[in-house]
């Protein structure tokens, strides 16, 4: 009996010998098991080509702007020097500088402001079409071009305009207020244009902060305003972040708006780059004058973030 199962099993194992060297994968690793795992690995490359040519050509401008901020008018290749950056130390460059920073960070905080309560509607209603119609109010400003905008702010903030109007039909002035050409018509006109971009960031955020956060808020016996401010607002501190950084450096570096409703009254530095393209072709003027934008503004993004990162640490610690 025991030498019929041996038989037995040396028979199956000389059968099923070959069946497993010719599957692949079953006891050894073919060549083609390189080739499929060097493609696995590449894929996400793949997919990332488009954005990182995107961002080599950003990059390829910007250094095209920095090397022409160091020539000089009519040899902006060629020419090496200084002068352009130290002509900024000038009073008018500063004040512009000043006041397209100030500007920024005014509309920042305004469209936060009015962001939040119109990202905690899209993030916390059920009702799909409501979501949508919300969705589709937002998202309008992008779908119009800026120049129909700053028209249509003309139209509204004129001597003669809807808001004027509107204010005299109501006994609260007396005569028109002017409006136009005035730092508050451009900041009406920077909110409003950069408004979508706070408001999206911060209702993903929200709407990935689970209800029953807010429930046991509740349960606790905190008000609507305490959950907002204590639960909700902490845990989507990061869209609330993003998009306030993107409403200032979106505003920053803003030219319509600024040229329509302020003219030359209210001169931001993106309109005072275009005066040195447009009638006097200083391009090495122009260049300097965008650097320094550029490094002001991803200076004061990078402080804001540093202190969100150190209240946000300390209020850990606090808690703890």
Request: aromatic share 8%.
């Amino acid at each position: 009996m025991t030498a019929m199962l041996a038989r037995f099993s040396r028979r199956a194992s000389a059968a099923s010998g070959p069946a497993l060297e010719a599957t692949p994968g079953a006891g050894f690793s073919g060549p083609e098991q390189p080739a499929a795992t060097a493609m696995a690995k590449a894929r996400p490359w793949l997919l990332l080509t488009p954005i990182l040519l995107f961002l080599a050509l950003l990059g390829a401008a910007a250094l095209v702007v920095l090397r022409m901020s160091f020539g000089t008018p009519g040899h902006e290749w060629r020419g090496f020097t200084l002068q352009n950056y130290a002509d900024l130390l000038d009073g008018y460059f500063m004040k512009s500088l000043w006041l397209t920073l100030r500007l920024a960070f005014q509309s920042m905080l305004c469209a936060v402001a009015l962001a939040i309560p119109v990202a905690l509607a899209m993030a916390r209603t059920k009702s799909r079409l409501a979501r949508r119609l919300l969705l589709a109010g937002v998202l309008l400003p992008l779908l119009v071009n800026l120049l129909l905008q700053g028209y249509g702010w003309l139209i509204i903030l004129g001597p003669a305009g809807l808001l004027n109007h509107a204010l005299l039909a109501s006994g609260l002035v007396e005569r028109p207020v002017m409006w136009l050409y005035r730092e508050h018509g451009v900041l009406l006109g920077l909110i409003q244009t950069a408004f979508p971009l706070a408001v999206l960031p911060l209702s993903s955020a929200m709407r990935a902060v689970s209800i029953s956060y807010e429930e046991a808020a509740a349960t606790l016996g905190a008000t609507r305003w305490q959950t907002l401010r204590h639960v909700l607002l902490p845990l989507a501190m990061p869209g609330l972040v993003s998009g306030a950084l993107l409403v200032f450096a979106y505003n920053a570096s803003a030219f319509a708006v600024p040229l329509l409703l302020g003219g030359r009254r209210v001169p931001m530095l993106a309109v005072l780059v275009h005066d040195q393209v447009a009638p006097l072709l200083n391009w090495p003027a122009a260049s300097a004058s965008g650097v320094v934008l550029m490094i002001a503004t991803l200076a004061v993004m990078a402080l804001s973030q540093r202190l969100v990162r150190r209240t946000q640490r300390f209020s850990g610690e606090s808690h703890a």
